[in-house]
């Protein structure tokens, strides 16, 4: 039987309405998010008119305030902006979308002010914003929004988006604007970009930055970032009409040429049906006679040569691709397509390859995650002393996965991150560096073969001798309780 004590609502109710009342109140004093719950929950019991004229009245406030965000103040506000998201998205739009999609312009419109009076480092309120911005295009078509209208709040947002808030908007409104709106957003851009903007007088000049070419007035500066939104919305518009040619227009001749703008026109240009000139466009990209490391040129490149039939050179370009950079997406398109029964002998070949691979650390990683676990441990065990110690991101993980089937390969993995640390005196790691030794005693009691590495009593003397003054090493071996030479400092 559950306790009359226990904390839950058939208890509380015992309470009484009166007692509740009171302990809310004592419970919301000095947490603002907690009154505007209560206040919304009020509110609610009149309908949700009254919870939107609530939520308009704090989002105003909210815009209005002028005192700077701090670590101690952001979780209380964010807690109160997801109360206000929610009630909007939950509460107020399944009845009333067009009420809610008011709300939400409002709630986006008051980021500028709310992050020029905040550090976002954490990209908390960052995330809230586009969560709101990703709702919109639902709640747009759900209200029914005129498109010309739409179009207009549309054009403003751009104009005031000064930290990403409305990014992607275009696209996520698309549905919602139909022809008739984009028609006359792209219009009132193209407008705008044929509106200089006018300098001050040159006493009023205000410099901004300071570069190699010297100073950037802030007349420049809105200059130049008006001609950046301006071909981000054109480029917006022409993909949201299906429109390659538009987009392409909307791209400066020597940008087309960089490898990664040449891939998404070439995408493009596959998805119309053109992939003549997709692979054009990807053969015309300037890669400075070096590798590109973009995996959507290559893909790009590939599906170019699909697309035209040209199948054994899309084979040829995956395996070469996978050859020299291990990227496991082309070697299992490659393996997909060969004959039955090829593909095991093509998929050994290729582990050999990786086993051989010039870059130790990227080989272990590619076998760790194909998986392909025995190669793994095989290449530790044959290639332990190019395994670079730093890379612990890939190195501990590692040693982690071979822990139980190949204990000599974790060991030695364990070894180089304690040998980086200890050689390299990081002693941030110092900590990791010890319990990983002390992994490593454990580990010894189940290897019977050290093949012609140290055993674990060798391999610890021997960092007695050479790292015995490295007494932030030791304390913390002492608390792990790794395992010891009995004659050592």
């Known amino acids: 039987m559950t306790r009359k004590t226990t ?10 309405a009166a007692r509740l009342a009171e302990l809310l109140m004592e419970l919301s004093r ?71 999609l008011e709300l939400l312009w409002r709630f986006l419109s008051i980021a500028n002010p709310l992050f020029e009076r905040c550090d976002d480092s954490s990209g908390l309120f960052s995330d809230i914003f586009r969560q709101a911005r990703d709702r919109l295009g639902e709640l747009a078509v759900a209200a029914d929004a005129n498109a010309i209208a739409l179009a207009e709040k549309v054009f403003s947002a751009l104009q005031s988006n000064n930290y990403g808030q409305y990014d992607e908007l275009i696209t996520i409104l698309a549905p919602a604007l139909h022809e008739e709106g984009l028609a006359h ?66 791209v400066p001749p020597d940008t087309r040429r960089v490898p990664a703008i040449a891939a998404g026109i070439a995408q493009r240009l596959l998805r119309a049906g053109r992939p003549e000139e997709a692979l054009a466009c990807i053969r015309h990209a300037d890669t400075g006679g070096r590798s590109v490391f973009n995996l959507d040129y290559h893909d790009a490149h590939i599906a170019a040569l699909e697309a035209l039939d040209r199948h054994q050179e899309a084979q040829t370009m995956r395996l070469d691709l996978f050859r020299n950079h291990l990227w496991p997406e082309m070697l299992r398109a490659y393996l997909r397509r060969l004959p039955n029964h090829e593909d095991i002998d093509a998929e050994e070949a290729a582990l050999e390859h990786v086993m051989a691979y010039p870059g130790a650390v990227s080989a272990l990683h590619f076998l760790i995650h ?51 640390a200890l050689t390299e005196a990081r002693y941030s790691r110092y900590g990791h560096a010890a319990r990983d030794l002390g992994e490593c005693e454990q580990l010894a009691e189940r290897i019977d073969d050290w093949n012609e590495y140290e055993s674990h009593e060798t391999y610890c003397a021997r960092l007695k001798k050479t790292h015995g003054r490295k007494t932030g090493f030791w304390s913390r071996v002492s608390d792990v309780g790794a395992g010891l030479p009995s004659d050592g400092e």
């Not at 904390?7 to 009484?16: C, Q």
């Not at 919305?233 to 299906?242: E, F, M, P, S």
Request: charged share 25%; hydrophobic share 45%; net charge neutral.
């Open 7 to 16: 904390l839950n609502a058939r208890n509380l109710e015992t309470l009484g």
């Open 30 to 100: 000095g947490n603002a998010a907690a009154k505007q719950q209560l206040r919304l929950a009020l509110a609610g019991q009149q309908g949700a008119d009254e919870i939107a004229r609530e939520i308009r009245k704090r989002l105003t406030s909210i815009a209005r305030a002028r005192t700077f965000i701090t670590w101690k103040n952001r979780k209380p506000l964010l807690s109160e902006l997801d109360t206000h998201l929610d009630a909007i998205l939950e509460r107020i739009a399944p009845k009333q979308p067009k009420d809610a």
């Open 185 to 250: 957003l792209q219009a009132e851009v193209e407008k705008l970009a044929a509106t200089p903007v006018a300098p001050p007088p040159p006493g009023e000049w205000e410099v901004v930055a300071w570069g190699a070419n010297g100073p950037t007035y802030a007349h420049d500066f809105e200059a130049r970032h008006r001609r950046r939104m301006v071909e981000m919305a054109l480029q917006d518009i022409a993909d949201a009409r299906g429109d390659v040619d538009a987009f392409i227009a909307q």
């Open 370 to 420: 194909w998986p392909a676990k025995r190669h793994a441990a095989e290449l530790v065990v044959r290639r332990a002393s190019a395994l670079d110690g730093d890379h612990y991101e890939i190195l501990a993980p590692a040693a982690e996965t071979l822990a139980d089937a190949h204990p000599l390969a974790s060991t030695l993995l364990r070894r180089a991150m304690i040998d980086f």
